[in-house]
């Protein structure tokens, strides 16, 4: 976990893009602060002027100025507050690509080990308390230490006394501040950490609802709600006491600031040490003072929140990704051969997933991937999409390593068409482009086609769809995720389980489409039903996360003795399946 010292930086190194924005929001706030301590040097004067009989003309002259300037202080606080919504809106909009970029970018074991809801909070929920830090707190701040700074060196100039107090005072004001903020910061971390696994556990039931309510689960699930809530009151209690006593001390600093400083002004006027002015000025000015100290208070609970915050972005920041984007070859154009060297992979425990895998399949063979549940079929064909990386040996593509490849190289020429397809808000167009605008609605219409969905492309690719793809059905949306490779025209074609949702009628139309999508191109289905594996070249055996069967799909359903046709002997007592 980074230091302080180290977040401090990070955030340093996120505001630099914005660095001109907060420079110019700076130079206001300052000349804000300015102001504000000029009227009451405006009134010191007028003071001085009225008890030496001044005449009502010049006394009038400094009020009209001392007016102008509050005048001015108010047209220049409107600007600071403009100006500082814009710019932490700015800076945090970027914080959140950055991180939403980031975390899409992260291995396949740590979004196994963090909710969606839990991430969702973690990229929205906690930058918004960044940006409601920084577009009301830090201008404030800037703004105190601006009048801290011009304030004793104005009393500096009037008796070095005066500022000598007002830098005892200040120090004790800012110690008190910064000791308060320090202890508050861990409980406004755990709060945030309770509320992002309280609203995860809600987004799993509400996913999960008709699985829970079907089994007779709602009881338990409620029980879980109730004890992820309970959690999450005990970190605002806590973190609310942090408050209330960070409040009680600055609360009594302002006020025993506000009694020191009338005493000792009434005593050194009294002694003719200074002048009424000059006592009328120290008060105004620890007034002054005390505004930004009060406001401090007001806004602790949005201090808390956002170090706590900071705290939880920058420590997901510094998560490093396991697959990184530095390749720099490209494989040769066309199929391209997929060969596992000896690969084995975990999720980081004592249990291997795959264990010492070497395989090999020429460019534009068909090949299917068998086995029990939880024998490594799926992990396999991660690992040729590098939505994880092996723990051990090398995967090639093309006879190219797989990390040598670039990203959005591999990401061109590789697709998936998994067994959940995931379809979104939006027109039919959209979900087969998935929002790219460039290709062209002939080529959307022609990938629609060619997936069997003529209905879909003559009825209308502008036709919205609702939330989840409301209004396609499970083998429509099967379908649709087809015509996304079609219309994409990869090299290599990965399908995981493309017809476990789906009715015969609507497999038979898939199988059609996937035997066409085939031709010319390297294809891995991972399948259960061993009927959609009639056209593949090859037959792969897992079991345990080794490979124990390769070879010819028809020699292999031709030996009695090979584990693949004892599996469709098991398949065909439910279904006829054609060998």
């Known amino acids: 976990m980074p230091t302080q010292t180290a977040r401090w930086r990070a955030l340093a190194a996120l505001l630099r893009p914005d660095a001109w924005r907060w420079v110019g929001l700076g130079a206001l706030v300052a000349c804000g602060s300015g102001l504000i301590l000029t009227g009451p040097l405006i009134v010191r004067e007028i003071v001085d002027r009225a008890t030496a009989g001044t005449t009502t003309g010049q006394l009038t002259r400094l009020a009209v100025l001392f007016l102008i300037v509050a005048a001015a202080t108010q047209l220049i606080n409107m600007a600071v507050a403009w100006v500082a919504t814009v710019t932490a809106w700015h800076t945090t909009n970027g914080i959140r690509l950055r991180l939403a970029r980031h975390v899409l970018g992260l291995s396949h074991g740590f979004h196994r080990r963090h909710t969606p809801g839990e991430l969702i909070q973690r990229v929205d929920g906690d930058v918004t308390s960044v940006s409601d830090f920084m577009g009301r707190v830090i201008p404030r ?10 304030m004793i060196g104005v009393l500096a100039v009037v008796d070095w006394r005066l500022a000598l107090g007002a830098v005892v005072y200040v120090a ?6 910064i000791r308060g903020r320090h202890r508050a910061v861990g409980e406004s971390s755990d709060e945030m950490g309770s509320y992002a696994r309280l609203y995860g556990g809600i987004e799993e039931r509400l996913t999960a609802a008709e699985d829970l309510r079907s089994n007779g689960a709602g009881a338990h699930a409620m029980w879980r709600f109730v004890e992820d809530s309970a959690d999450a009151l005990g970190s605002a209690v806590r973190r609310e006491k942090a408050f209330l006593r960070m409040w009680w001390a600055v609360d009594g600093s302002v006020g025993a600031g506000s009694v020191v400083s009338l005493i000792a002004s009434a005593l050194m006027v009294g002694r003719h040490m200074i002048t009424v002015a000059d006592a009328f000025l120290l008060f105004q000015y620890v007034l002054l003072l005390a505004r930004p100290l009060e406001d401090m208070v007001d806004q602790l609970e949005t201090v808390q929140k956002a170090n706590g915050a900071m705290v939880r972005v920058i420590d997901l920041l510094e998560v490093e990704p396991e697959v990184r984007d530095e390749g720099t070859t490209l494989p040769a154009g066309g199929p391209l051969s997929v060969e596992f060297r ?14 010492s895998i070497n395989l090999s399949f020429a460019a534009g063979r068909a ?10 079929k799926t992990t396999l064909s991660r690992l040729v999409l ?11 593509l093309g006879g190219v390593p797989i990390e040598q490849i670039p990203l959005n190289e591999l990401r061109r020429r590789v697709a998936l068409v998994p067994q959940e397809v995931e379809l979104l808000s939006g027109t039919i167009r959209d979900n087969v482009t998935l929002f790219d605008e460039v290709p062209t609605d002939d080529a959307v219409a022609s990938a629609l086609r060619n997936a069997g969905l003529v209905s879909l492309a003559d009825g209308g690719i502008h036709r919205r769809l609702g939330a989840g793809g409301a209004g396609l059905s499970a083998g429509e949306a099967q379908l649709l995720a087809l015509a996304r490779v079609w219309l994409r025209d990869p090299d290599i074609v990965v399908l995981d389980e493309a017809t476990a949702r789906i009715d015969p009628a609507t497999e038979a139309e898939l199988e059609a489409a996937v035997a066409r999508l085939c031709n010319g191109r390297t294809t891995l ?3 259960h039903r061993l009927s959609t594996l009639r056209h593949v070249d090859e037959i792969v055996v897992l ?6 069967e390769h070879g010819d799909r028809t020699d292999l359903a031709d030996d009695i003795d090979s584990r693949y046709r004892h599996l469709l002997e098991l398949a065909l007592d439910d279904e006829a399946v054609a060998p």
């Open 141 to 150: 701040a800037a703004g105190a230490v601006f009048m801290m700074v011009g």
């Open 172 to 177: 004790v004001a800012v110690a008190v501040v």
């Open 342 to 355: 000896d690969v084995a992979f975990d999720y980081g425990d004592e249990t291997a997933v795959l264990q």
């Open 367 to 376: 090949i299917g991937l068998v086995g029990r549940t939880g024998s490594g």
């Open 386 to 396: 590098r939505l994880v990386e092996a723990t051990g040996g090398s995967v090639l």
């Open 525 to 527: 289905i991972i399948a």
């Open 543 to 548: 079991d345990h996360g080794r490979v124990v």
